[in-house]
């Protein structure tokens, strides 16, 4: 368990703090002022500052030598980064390095430089992944490029059909098949044919469910309907596919791209369907996720990574108030009426955001504990 958190807390100081990264990196290089870039929250455990062409430390949260100078800081909640820029929050309008000064291109860029970060951290990690072999499901060894090297593994569930023998029986999707009735398989084609020889009868599956194996036993449907097989499985052949170095990237641009798209299309449909909470995970099933896919080694690891990158991205671009997105709507809102928007409005409106975003996470982490 303690492990399982350390990894989780690590997973998230990187995500956060790759994402803060590119908001600071973007500012600094527009001409803002930026006050403080800091590993971890506060409070501040240390810091160094140039001051007068030096060097110098800062302890704890003791006055800085040069407000108009950066500080970076380590902090002692180890959960990411932030970054602090002058007028972020509409302040200093006096100000020339001031975030509210700025044209609209420097601000913009500021803004979706976080979720850019996190694109590029899961693109790289992808890219890592393929250069080494990243796993993967396949349907059968066609489905291979003639490109890659692929490792055939096992043969897993991606799908079980509700209410179907399978089911009923207790499979669940990500289970290994390690055997039926005592046979080893090599091909999902096999497998279908053993089930479909054997309809009507009970067979026992082998598998392998997380660190846990187990005999579970189905009696596949005599004469399912049409277009529905006999258990309600759907199988795949899961391996590693290892791509050469200079193609690696651009297999990795590509896993990218599709994760992408489906991590919107999830969250088109999971809004659209009302479905409520029932689908949202927070914090707690995170970090369970997390322990699983540790225990399954560092290359699965590194895959959920960069999902769990691209689901920050698309999560922060959202058009509501405190989030990257939101902040993007109210400066397209600005350039459309030509005028400064009401800062006071803003601050208001971002603050009501944030604390709804605080309520949204406490009850997503209580139904994450009474699921539980």
């Known amino acids: 368990m303690i492990i399982t958190i350390l990894i989780f807390v690590a997973i998230l100081a990187v995500l956060i703090f790759v994402h803060e ?26 810091g160094i500052q140039k001051t007068g062409g030096k ?76 250069s080494v072999g990243l796993p ?3 349907n059968n060894l066609n489905d291979v490029p003639k490109s890659a090297h692929f490792v055939a593994g096992n043969i897993a569930i991606l799908e079980v059909v509700k209410d179907l023998p399978a089911d009923k029986a207790g499979l669940k999707p990500n289970d290994i098949i390690l055997g039926i009735d005592g046979q080893k398989f090599s091909a999902v084609e096999e497998v279908q044919k053993y089930v479909k020889d054997h309809a009507g009868q009970s067979i026992s599956f082998n598998i392998k469910r997380g660190q846990q194996q187990e005999n579970i036993n189905v009696v596949p449907t005599a004469n399912p309907p049409a277009g529905e097989g006999p258990t309600g499985i759907a ?21 990218t791209w599709s994760a992408l798209t489906g991590i919107v299309s999830g969250l088109y449909n999971l809004i659209a369907s009302h479905s409520g909470f029932s689908n949202l995970g927070g914090p707690v099933k995170i970090a ?33 108030p405190a989030l990257d997105g939101g902040r993007v709507l109210f400066l397209l809102i600005e350039v459309v009426r030509r005028k400064k928007n009401n800062q006071k409005v803003e601050q208001i409106v971002n603050g009501v955001g944030f604390a709804l975003l605080l309520l949204l996470m406490v009850v997503v982490t209580i139904h994450d504990l009474i699921k539980k």
Do not use: C
């Open 21 to 46: 990264f590119g908001h600071f990196i973007v500012a600094k290089k527009s001409g803002m002022q930026v006050e403080e870039f800091g590993f971890g929250f506060p409070p501040r455990l240390a």
């Open 55 to 130: 060097w110098k430390w800062v302890w704890g949260h003791k006055e800085v030598a040069d407000k108009d100078q950066t500080v970076y800081s380590i902090n002692w909640i180890p959960l990411g980064g932030f970054v602090r820029i002058l007028g972020e929050n509409n302040e200093h309008q006096d100000n020339p390095g001031s975030f509210i000064n700025k044209g609209f291109w420097p601000r913009f860029l500021t803004l979706v430089a976080g979720v850019i970060m996190n694109v590029l951290l899961a693109w790289v990690l992808l890219s890592i992944g393929f």
């Open 136 to 138: 993967v499901a396949v």
């Open 235 to 255: 199988l795949a052949l899961i391996g590693k596919l290892k791509y050469p170095v200079y193609s690696a990237f651009w297999e990795g641009a590509k896993t």
């Open 288 to 320: 369970k996720l997390t322990g699983e896919v540790a225990g399954m080694g560092f290359i699965y690891l590194l895959q959920f990574t960069a999902f769990l990158s691209l689901n920050l991205a698309v999560l922060n671009i959202l058009p509501f």
